[in-house]
């Protein structure tokens, strides 16, 4: 994996104790693949810069969207 472009597009497979990561740059190529635990995916997220995500739609997908959305002013 090439990590030295950024990520602009990430998907996130949701299970209920680990998720599966995946990112790629602006031309498509994978830059990201990580299997985390619960606890390690808001502290790895907020190292990324912005970029668009996309979630399974799932039970947890609507909380998982409102941790990962900054709040509004």
Do not use: Q, Y
């Amino acid at each position: 994996m090439n990590s030295s472009k950024p990520t602009v597009r990430l998907g996130i497979d949701l299970g209920k104790n680990c998720f599966h990561l995946w990112g790629v740059d602006e031309d498509g190529n994978p830059v990201l693949k990580k299997t985390l635990r619960r606890g390690a995916l808001l502290p790895m997220l907020a190292n990324l810069p912005a970029c668009r995500m996309g979630l399974e739609a799932c039970a947890g997908a609507h909380h998982w969207a409102r941790e990962l959305t900054p709040p509004r002013a």
